[in-house]
């Protein structure tokens, strides 16, 4: 009785051991890639170019998501306030996909993502018909590397002037 | 267009047909069948005469190396050393004598002649059966000098469909994307080649990104995705012309464009304020017909061969998966229910299964499922390898693989693969480029 107590007991602790060592293993990972992505969405600035002084250019979507985040909520609105500045200037949102998909579902997502952003600086009064939308699908990623922060800077929507 | 320049003629000579050999062609590359393809006779007088046309030393060699090289691709044959042949190219077609030929363990045997005449090319050709010491067929062509490689190719079919008792796919060519550049700004322009790699020929400029050709049922014109003027829309080319033509007006991006088995129909997606559906246009009328209505993304649409069914691409269950509904977009099912995301369905030629490209844990995946999903077979496991093309004869998939970059992005690649519907003889066709998006024609001699 005792005996198999004591050997659940250690084998509890082992599990235990096991699973603590696996997380250690995995916040490694992590930390290499912190402050550039949070979840597998693109947070840093290498890639970023700017409209305007304190206006970037794009926005970044996680793996087959076009939601967007509240960064890229507040990138936008920046955009539209500029836009609404200067209503001279038209827009094309490029819509851009990472190389882990088929060209013709990439193609799709990557309008289906410069439509998020099209769609949200409507509702901030930019109209309909001074952006267009341009899908690149998988075909013009930023950076060539085959990596998750490489992807995550490829799944993206930039904001381009057409004027 | 391409018969119009092919003026070929084709003389039967019956025989008896008591063949033993059988191929079989269910195992793939197991156990490829010895077959001796003695090099195709020649008068001294036609040698000169085809060497002063198309400069090469010896035309009847020539065509049986196409032949020897395509049976041995098949992965069905074993083309047996030349070296190890006893008995000379004319007195073989003549009158084998099949105990030298079984010596070196021949079963099969292909002998032939090459004539010049009336500035003509005449080759005739005869299939052999060595054990049985008979004639299984005997062929004879004309055609213009330039022709030879595709003379090489039909004998090859020919071959094949006897002693496999299957049409052959080797007089048929492959439209594909030739890439070059930074693949950050990859250069792309439609080219096409034959089934084997030669005759290669770039058809676009490369001024502006172009993607996913496919034929026509004639292989003569071909449907594609050109981002020209930076408005990506699905466009139409005529081989022969080089006449280029936009399909359709429509408001947003077509892609994913294939002809229906009739030819008479483009199919394809428009992806429209976030949401891609499935349109038909007509090529006569014009009429423009909206197949599937969701606001997911449905794409990568491919008729069923007898054109009454559509199976396609959709997210519409959160995921990508594969779909089949009626050709009027009625009756949609969900056909792929395995583990990961499947994209690219094509309908087999012979109609009784879709290859799809999948993609799990990492990896992508060629497969193949009957088309009520059931009986998933995976043939081949690599980093990015997608957009699987049948052979006309629905027994070797083509398809494009892409490499993974080192740390620093270096060491991009793409290239044309094959593979036999069994998963064995798997084989990296050669080009001059980068190569995507690749398309099998149909037999162009039928």
């Known amino acids: ?163 | 267009m391409i018969k119009k320049i092919f003026t070929l003629f084709l003389i039967l000579i019956p025989i008896e047909s008591f063949a033993l050999i059988e191929v079989d062609i269910t195992r793939g590359n197991l156990d490829p069948l010895p077959v001796a393809v003695s090099p195709l006779s020649i008068d001294e007088k036609s040698r000169k005469s085809f060497e002063k046309v198309l400069k090469k030393k010896n035309i009847g060699e020539e065509i049986s190396s196409i032949v020897e090289n395509n049976l041995r691709t098949s992965g069905l044959f074993n083309p047996l050393s030349k070296d190890a042949f006893l008995q000379a190219p004319d007195i073989a077609n003549f009158k084998p004598r099949f105990e030298d030929w079984n010596l070196i363990k021949a079963q099969a045997l292909i002998t032939g002649k090459v004539n010049y005449i009336d500035e003509k090319l005449r080759v005739e050709f005869r299939l052999w059966d060595v054990l049985a010491a008979k004639e299984m067929m005997a062929l004879a062509f004309t055609t213009v000098p330039n022709n030879w490689r595709r003379v090489g190719h039909i004998i090859s079919d020919k071959v094949y469909e006897r002693l496999t008792g299957e049409k052959g796919y080797f007089d048929t060519r492959i439209i594909y994307v030739a890439e070059e550049g930074p693949k950050t700004q990859r250069i792309k322009k439609l080219a096409i080649m034959d089934q084997d790699g030669f005759n290669n020929k770039i058809l676009t400029l490369g001024n502006e990104l172009v993607l996913t050709p496919r034929f026509n049922p004639t292989s003569q014109m071909v449907t594609y995705l050109s981002y020209f003027k930076n408005l990506p829309r699905v466009y139409l080319l005529d081989i022969e012309t080089g006449t280029q033509e936009v399909v359709g007006d429509f408001p947003g991006m077509t892609f994913a464009p294939r002809f229906s088995p009739d030819g008479k129909k483009i199919i394809m997606s428009l992806a429209k304020d976030g949401k891609s559906d499935i349109y038909t246009m007509d090529l006569e009328n014009r009429i423009v017909e909206k197949i599937t209505n969701h606001p997911s993304i449905d794409t990568s649409p491919s008729y069923s061969p007898d054109g009454k069914y559509i199976t396609f691409n959709s997210d519409r269950s959160g995921y990508q998966q594969i779909y089949i509904m009626k050709s009027d977009g009625s009756d949609v099912k969900r056909i792929s229910f395995g583990r990961g995301l499947y994209g690219t369905p094509v309908w087999s030629p012979r109609g009784d299964l879709i290859a799809f490209t999948k993609l799990h844990k990492g990896k992508f995946y060629i497969g193949v499922m009957r088309t009520d999903g059931k009986g998933e077979r995976l043939l081949t496991e690599n980093y990015y390898q997608e957009a699987p093309s049948w052979s006309p004869n629905g027994r070797v998939l083509i398809f494009y693989r892409e490499t993974k970059t080192n740390d620093k992005g270096e060491g991009f690649s793409a290239k044309l693969w094959s593979i036999d519907l069994t998963g064995y003889n798997e084989r990296q066709i050669s080009t001059p480029m980068d190569a995507s998006d690749p398309s099998w024609s149909s037999l162009l001699s039928n």
Request: net charge positive.
């Open chain 1, 1 to 163: 009785m005792t005996l198999t107590k004591i050997f659940k007991n250690t084998l509890l602790i082992l599990t235990a051991c096991l699973v603590l060592s696996a997380c250690a293993t995995k916040k490694e990972i992590a930390t290499d890639i912190e402050g550039k992505m949070q979840g597998d969405v693109y947070t840093g600035t290498d890639t970023v170019k700017y409209l305007a002084d304190g206006v970037p250019d794009r926005v970044f979507f996680a793996t087959n998501e076009s939601i967007l985040t509240t960064a890229s909520r507040e990138t936008l609105r920046a955009q539209a306030a500029w836009l609404r500045k200067n209503s001279g200037i038209n827009v094309v949102l490029e819509g851009h996909a990472d190389e882990r998909g088929t060209r013709e579902y990439n193609l799709a997502l990557g309008e289906r993502r410069a439509n998020a952003a099209k769609d949200y600086l409507m509702t901030y009064g930019i109209s309909s018909e001074r952006i267009s939308v341009l899908s690149y699908g998988k075909e013009r990623p930023v950076d060539s590397g085959s990596n998750p922060l490489s992807w995550s800077k490829n799944r993206r929507s930039v904001t381009v002037k057409a004027n």
